[in-house]
């Protein structure tokens, strides 16, 4: 096991990399904590949630809403549990995003840690501190940021992952690729998915790089008013798609980056749209998709990143060098 | 109009004392802020509504629920509403503490302040960043601590206040008097409601001395590790009678606060009990009620103040001067 502690503003996070499950016994007292899981992880792995206080959910992001917040707080009053407790969030990004979040308005707020089961969790959901619910359409429209304890990454909990989650995942480290990391962006070109799943060293290794990627990112802008910004490449069309169509999010990324890629070709001149493109299919994810446009657009409108009649867009200058510019929102209506 | 600007963690609040309503077109854009209210003051005051996004919320201590902060939110995104807005609570404290809480989580945190129309609000609930919604019978089991951007404080707000709702405010200035202020403690017992009520520039100096004595104590421990929460003199007791006999959060603080000298008295030998009594009764305000002694206790075993098998309560050494003490619950159970 490896230990890297990073300082947030206000919360330090300790990564325990290469660790087992087991280990999240020395690092929280059974007594005040509680599991929050989903049910498809409760019956998969019935031995590890053994002695310990658990709240199970629905599973699926549809379930990502106040109605589930609703019932893990009335079985934690039902629990008694006061600001003395944990809530460890084992799961996929729905998961831990429903237990930070509660866990950040629960009692005004109580202290939180992950055990990312999913590679998107990994490497990306679970780390950062932002939280949040559905409301309707619109993905992640309420909230906070606020910084777990710690992380705890186990990737033999990876074994039973479906392929599709697998892409999910890698749509999220094409995307630390494409807008950081040059060099990565490289090395994923030449290995395909299939490399990574039977060659644990390599996940682990890249698992761990693109967590730091991530923490780093988020260390030096947390509150996201410049770098981390950077991080929603993709992620503006990519939202306004997902729930309309019920994408996964590494898909609905996907076709966002690919969008993004288009845009910054036509207003940056950036060259790399087609190996970016042809990347992302490398790892089975798409690059477009049919949709209403209008419909589309006007969950876009909505968007977090929208100020008046301008969006703030994530584009690429090139490859590993990602930009925030400011666009009308006609101009990406007519892109679409 | 003075200006006092208070620094805490994260965030500046800036304090417009002696201001009037109408002051608020030059400290906010009326076209991104939207204001909060409940329906008694907009139909008291639909004047300086006009030409505002308004918001207005069914009024009551009952709506202080999840489904209210649903109907904002769901206003919000009608309007449109996006992360330059700013949401501005007008009324007591149940308006500021949804107010502050749904700009707390709306968008993952929008910009917000207050314009406290309640003497409950301008000297206390308004103050310090604590917001909240009720869960059942639990008082504020729900929300976050965040900051406003100001508060802006015009007593001609006060006019048409009812004389309950007078008494309530002074509950909390009696508290204030009560733990920190051996001084103001005098000068009270030496007026009345009334006084106060008939002489303006008193009131007006009273209004600003607590909220600066509040907005002090919070500074120095925002997030309520040590100092601040002797701010919850009353509070323990008085919020489990306060919803379940439906009384008036000063009367149910007033309760508190009596039964809180009475453990004083007992524990610490505190010397002040019947003047505290006596200057409580003074304002109107009651210093016993009979409630179902296990009703209420197993409420208060659910307060954010417990801790395992003890409570963090607060006590005084003398009038002025308080202390928490952890207390056994069956301390607490023996003496209600």
Redesign the interface.
Known sequence: MQVKKVQF??QATAFYFDAAFSTLKSVVPQKNTVLITDEHLAAAHPKIFKGWNTIVLKAGEEYKV?ATV?SV??QL?AM?A???WTLVGIGGGVVTDITGYVA??????VKFGFVPTTLLAMVDAAIGG?N?ID??L?K??????SQPQFLLYDVALLKSLPDNEWRNGFAEIIKHAAILDATMFKELLERNLDYFQRTKPALKKLVQRNAALKAKVVKEDEFEKDKRRLLNFGHTLGHAVEKQYSLMHGEAVSIGMAFAAKLSAEMLKFKGQEKLTDLIDQYGLPVAAGYDKQKVFDVL??D?K???EQMNFILLERIGKAVVKKIPLQEIYKMM
Chains 1, 2 share one sequence.
Do not use: C, W
Not at 140 to 145: F, P
């Open positions: 503003s206000t106040q609703d707080i009335q009053i008694h006061d600001r003395t950040s308005i629960f009692l005004r707020g932002k949040g409301v309707g619109y992640n429209m309420v909230g906070t940021i409108v909505s977090k929208r100020e008046g």
